[in-house]
């Protein structure tokens, strides 16, 4: 039973792709296509080399955006309006995971390395609008990704919240790494529980384990 690793926290903080809703909605897999587009058009090259140079920006940069960013001088704004323009049919609202986000004692707040627009949208898609004290996206870290340190540095210090008061709900297991090293509490929200000493908990049900912090 979890509930007593987090009565001292007092700052909820939740990614958003595949951790606000269950992956197996792929709505993920709609900006892939995009981001996949987007590097063919902008660099020039072949579906092939698009996908090869994706994997390899995500390994050594974080995101396909930073990598682009980085080695090619690329303007972040147009490239976030651009693959974040998706439907957002296949998600339906939650109302039992609602219920759980609003009884959460503290502040609440979304970071995600989508844009803060996006986000927007998802929650509303979602029914989690207003349950947010706060939503930030890659442009709130001076388009540094997670799981970089300096992106977790920048958000958190706007933010204000206290790490060691604090619990971070991520699907991606590498970006439990920093808040960990921070003194944060962490849960990896996926399918199958990852390893690393960086995790404390696993759920592949988010709305039930927030009930089981908050009954």
């Not at 960013?69 to 704004?77: A, F």
Request: no cysteine; aromatic share 10%.
């Amino acid at each position: 039973m979890p509930a007593a690793d987090f009565t001292h926290i007092r700052t909820w903080v939740f990614d958003l792709d595949n951790t606000l809703y269950p992956p197996a909605v792929r709505l993920f897999d709609q900006i892939e296509e995009r981001m996949r587009a987007y590097v063919m058009d902008a660099l020039n090259v072949t579906l092939a080399e698009a996908d090869r140079l994706r994997v390899y920006y995500w390994h050594t940069h974080g995101t396909t955006l930073a990598g682009l960013m980085r080695e090619h001088d690329l303007d972040p704004l147009p490239f976030l309006e651009d693959v974040h323009d998706i439907s957002f049919d296949q998600l339906t609202p939650d109302t039992d995971l609602a219920a759980q986000i609003r009884d959460l004692p503290g502040r609440k707040i979304v970071y995600t390395n989508g844009s803060a627009p996006y986000a927007a949208r998802v929650l509303e898609a979602r029914g989690l609008s207003g349950l947010f004290d706060a939503t930030y996206g890659v442009e709130h870290a001076d388009f540094q990704p997670k799981p970089e340190r300096a992106a977790f540095v920048r958000v958190f210090g706007r933010d204000g919240l206290t790490p060691e008061q604090a619990a971070m709900f991520e699907d991606e297991p590498r970006n439990l790494a920093v808040p960990h090293d921070m003194g944060m509490r962490t849960v990896h929200v996926a399918p199958a529980r990852a390893d690393g000493e960086h995790i404390h908990h696993h759920t592949d049900d988010l709305g039930a384990f927030l009930a089981r912090l908050t009954g």
